[in-house]
Nanobody
Framework: QVQLVESGGGLVQPGGSLRLSCVTSGRIFSIYAMGWYRQAPGKQRELIAAISTVGTTNYKDAVQGRFTISRDNAKNTVYLQMNSLKPEDTAVYYC??????????????????WGQGTQVTVSS
């Protein structure tokens, strides 16, 4: 059974940074594109960053230039470095394996289940 375990969230002031991690088990991690989604209160879950099997990355405009997605296939882990955080980045963040074609608008979750997510709150 595939498991996704997100971590690294927390409370941070505007302008601060956080690094999220997602460890995957139960599948061959390296053969899948991976992405980070977020869901703010009252809003739909949205894909904000994606990384291909060979390291190509793509971002939603709202996070371009501030967030960086990366992966370590040896550790079955995908990361999201978040800098210059804004209050509107407040959300629960999830990772997922992806299907479809880059760029980001052409990608969808590969699975129909999610991990527990990690809460990011940006507030002074």
């Amino acid at each position: 059974q595939v498991q996704l375990v997100e971590s690294g969230g927390g409370l941070v002031q505007p302008g601060g940074s956080l690094r999220l991690s997602c460890v995957t088990s139960g599948r061959i991690f390296s053969i899948y594109a991976m992405g980070w989604y977020r869901q703010a209160p009252g809003k739909q879950r949205e894909l904000i960053a994606a990384i291909s099997t060979v390291g190509t990355t793509n971002y939603k405009d709202a996070v371009q230039g501030r967030f960086t997605i990366s992966r370590d296939n040896a550790k079955n882990t995908v990361y999201l470095q978040m800098n210059s955080l804004k209050p509107e980045d407040t959300a629960v963040y999830y990772c997922s394996a992806l299907k479809g074609l880059f760029p980001i608008a052409g990608l969808r979750p590969r699975d129909d289940y999610w991990g527990q997510g990690t809460q990011v709150t940006v507030s002074s």
